[in-house]
């Protein structure tokens, strides 16, 4: 029953789109495929670019003049890699690796090409970003867990990422919906993907329908994102998105005497 | 007992420097609550992030009771047998019930080290190791509670405890224990945003007593809480204290919260200690110019500053007065000292200002008021009255205002 309601969706789906997008219809498998790539690259290159850019804006925070553990060796040289590759436009720095894909991942075509320049196309800002969410992480805090014994180690996994987590929620997804759009870009290395589909079906054969289709689908995903992220930050905001309760479970509710802050004697 | 000798800080800054500790020497009792009094800058928030090496100071040294001797050098900290001692150089332990950790020898092959060793004998530098035992074996609050804000009550508490040897249900013991002394059991799920700044406070002692310590650092726990909730922090702390016998070091602005819990205390100005003793005994008799202003500005007799500044009506006299300041000693507060010599000598006293209150249960009280009448018969009944435990002090005398004036005329 359910079964067949879907199926019907899909024929009036099938049906619609035929009607507003006689073009994209025709070559829907080749739209279904560069869907596909988009995400492969988006979720491979943005899950490695999530990990490197946590180390690396966390190692610009704790090492910098004032940080917890000061290294100005450490600190310039990640500060200035950063840089570098910042300033290199994705396009540039696409076709500038092409030789270092090849030796490090075998290829430097197609999606598996695609990967390692959009890593490094996105780890840099992500780093800086992650480096301005810790840095939101108020001083005394970090002091108070000093008081306590922590050190670097606990001061970074016990206080600036746990404390920082809905400031680099929102960084995270700036940072992912930058990446959809360099991934559009990754057509450049063969790796298809909407940006590619958009330029290559829509534009070089005047099918309009195409390419406003991609940027409704685009569209989509952006708002998608940016709302689960300003959600999960929300929630996440001077709070645990999953609090462990460790209340008494003596059944009774706890005496609401304590209240007033008075009490003592 | 917490004992720093001669500690000096300097802040270097682009604009020049800030001498935040100069010289600062100290001791303070175990199982004492110990106040440090200055104004914002008077170095009083470096002092005590020095005791638990939050900051290094340049030199001098810190002795930490369980400890061991913490000395500076450069500001670097550095641990070892005290220098003059040859006869603990024999032994392992250079005193009893000192960490062992602190004072296992080790190795010495850097250059830097070696110099440092021509300095003070057999020190070695402190490991962060080190350090963080240090630091867990005092506890600090602060003005802001610097909680964590995303983790509950809960986790806050047992921040610490992390640390210890202790098992989950041990944590978690200890945790629902100490929010008993607190009076903040129903809190144990709540997020630090959820509680008033009083229960914040109240959880951030909790969390620094978590490892029990035997000291507790305040840095101006109460100056962002309104009045009510300060009072009760400030019971808390006193509580804290008799129950645990926790030593508490508490630096404030505020002569009210000195007054009201302190035992001893040091008045700091411009990096130095400027002034210190018992709370009575400063209260009593402020020595320093910037030890009277705080100590008017917690007291009614106070006012008279501020009243001789505004040049108030209530405060001219007429040729033959004097307006004289007495103030009683300990014990002599319910004597009519006053009112015998008024009657002895045959002069009168119109009354301006008088206090009297309890600091600590003693009784400490004085009098501002004009004493007309023969001025030699007044001057022999101040002399009677100091002979009699009550401290005057002239504070405007119309004879001598008409002298000087005369003297200015010639």
Redesign the interface.
């Known amino acids: 029953m359910n079964k067949s309601i879907i199926y019907q969706l899909n024929i009036w789906i099938a049906e619609q789109l035929k009607t507003i997008a006689p073009n994209l219809y025709k070559y829907k498998v080749k739209f279904a495929e560069s869907g596909e790539a988009t995400l492969e690259m988006f979720w491979k290159a943005g899950l490695i670019a999530f990990v490197i850019g946590l180390i690396l804006g966390t190692l610009l925070v704790v090492t910098k003049r004032g940080g917890i553990r000061r290294n100005p060796i450490v600190y310039h040289l990640a500060n200035t890699i950063v840089n570098v590759f910042r300033s290199i436009p994705f396009i540039i720095l696409l076709i500038f690796l092409i030789p270092y894909t090849r030796a490090i991942v075998g290829t430097s075509i197609k999606v598996k090409g695609a990967i390692m320049p959009l890593v490094f196309g996105t780890v840099p800002f992500y780093s800086r970003q992650v480096e301005v969410a810790l840095s939101g992480v108020?001083e005394?805090?970090i002091?108070?867990?000093?008081?306590?014994?922590?050190?670097t180690l606990?001061l970074i996994f016990?206080?600036y990422l746990?404390?920082a987590?809905p400031a680099l929620i929102r960084v995270t997804t700036v940072t992912a919906i930058s990446l959809i759009g360099l991934t559009t870009m990754a057509g450049a290395v063969g790796a298809g993907g909407l940006g590619s589909f958009a330029i290559n079906y829509g534009q070089n054969q005047s099918y309009e329908d195409i390419v406003n289709v991609c940027v409704v689908v685009l569209l989509i995903v952006t708002i998608i994102l940016q709302s689960l992220g300003n959600g999960l930050s929300r929630l996440?905001f001077?709070?645990?998105l999953i609090?462990?309760?460790?209340?008494?479970k003596t059944g009774k509710a706890?005496?609401?005497a304590?209240e007033s802050?008075?009490?003592?004697? | 007992m917490i004992e720093v000798q001669h500690l000096n800080k300097t802040f270097r800054q682009k604009g020049g420097q800030v001498e935040a500790l100069q010289d600062v020497s100290l001791c303070i009792p175990d199982g004492s609550i110990y106040g440090v009094i200055g104004y914002s800058g008077a170095g009083k928030s470096t002092l005590v992030r020095c005791l638990n090496l939050l900051e290094y100071p340049d030199s001098g040294k810190i002795r930490i009771g369980g400890f061991g001797e913490i000395t500076l050098i450069h500001g670097k900290p550095y641990v070892g047998r005290r220098k003059n001692h040859p006869a603990e150089s024999a032994g392992a332990d250079a005193e009893p019930g000192s960490a062992a950790e602190l004072t296992e020898p080790t190795e010495l092959n850097d250059p830097v080290e070696k110099a440092v060793q021509a300095d003070g004998p057999s020190l070695r530098k402190m490991t962060a190791r080190q350090q963080n035992t240090l630091r867990r074996g005092i506890g600090m609050i602060f003005q802001h509670f610097n909680l964590l804000d995303r983790s509950t009550v809960y986790d806050n508490i047992a921040y610490s405890l992390k640390y210890t040897k202790r098992s989950s249900r041990e944590i978690r013991e200890r945790v629902c224990e100490l929010l008993d002394l607190v009076n903040l059991s129903d809190k144990i799920d709540a997020y630090p945003s959820q509680l008033s700044g009083g229960q914040k406070q109240r959880v951030a002692i909790a969390r620094a007593l978590a490892a029990e310590p035997r000291i507790l650092l305040s840095d101006e726990a109460t100056s962002a809480l309104d009045p009510d909730a300060t009072e009760s922090i400030l019971n808390l702390l006193r509580d804290v204290n008799r129950k645990l016998g926790i030593t508490i070091v508490l630096i404030t602005h505020e002569m009210a919260v000195i007054k009201a819990i302190a035992e001893r205390v040091a008045v700091m100005e411009n990096g130095r200690v400027v002034e210190e003793g018992s709370v009575y005994d400063i209260f009593a008799n402020p020595q320093a110019k910037i030890t009277r202003k705080f100590v008017a500005s917690s007291s009614l007799l106070g006012r008279l500053e501020k009243l001789m500044d505004e040049d108030a009506e209530l405060l001219r006299i007429r040729p033959g007065e004097m307006l004289v300041r007495m103030v009683f000693e300990k014990e002599y507060v319910g004597q009519a000292v006053i009112t015998n010599a008024a009657r002895k000598f045959g002069f009168d006293l119109n009354l301006i200002l008088a206090n009297a209150e309890y600091l600590h249960g003693c009784p400490l009280g004085g009098i501002v008021g004009i004493l007309s009448g023969d001025p030699e018969k007044i001057r022999e009944g101040i002399a009677y009255m100091a002979e009699n435990h009550v401290r005057t002090e002239v504070l405007r005398d119309e004879q001598v205002d008409h002298l000087s004036a005369e003297h200015l005329d010639c």
């Open positions: 108020e005394g805090k002091e108070a867990a000093r008081s306590m014994g922590s050190g606990g016990r206080v746990p404390e987590v996440t001077n709070r645990k609090t462990i309760r460790r209340g008494r706890a005496p609401a304590s802050i008075t009490a003592e004697s």
